[in-house]
């Protein structure tokens, strides 16, 4: 039988909890990264506070919402 020190068994425990934890992050952030990339189109420009929105409903006229002008692409 392979013998292990207690804290050495905890260090490993806990290494290989973090490794995945960072895992997961990873593709979580890659998930929302290829979705950013995917909508460049819903992001909008105001031309009068010049505030950056996303907006996925209206596609040629949209309402900024911070000073609530209009904007067009
Ligand atoms: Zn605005």
Same mark, same amino acid.
């Given at each position: 039988? $392979?013998? $292990?020190?207690? =804290? @050495? %068994? #905890?260090? *490993?425990?806990?290494?290989?909890? *973090?490794? /995945? #934890?960072?895992?997961?992050? /990873? #593709? %979580? &952030?890659?998930?929302? +990264? +290829?979705?950013?990339? #995917?909508?460049? &189109?819903?992001?909008?420009?105001?031309? =009068? /506070?010049? @505030?950056? @929105?996303?907006?996925?409903?209206?596609? %040629?006229?949209? *309402?900024?919402? &911070?000073?609530?002008?209009?904007? &067009? +692409?």
């Amino acid at each position: 039988m $392979i013998t $292990i020190d207690f =804290v @050495y %068994a #905890l260090a *490993l425990f806990s290494g290989g909890a *973090l490794i /995945c #934890l960072f895992g997961i992050w /990873c #593709l %979580a &952030r890659q998930q929302q +990264k +290829k979705e950013m990339f #995917l909508n460049p &189109r819903f992001i909008w420009f105001c031309a =009068v /506070c010049t @505030y950056s @929105y996303i907006n996925t409903k209206d596609e %040629a006229i949209s *309402l900024c919402p &911070r000073c609530g002008s209009y904007n &067009r +692409k």
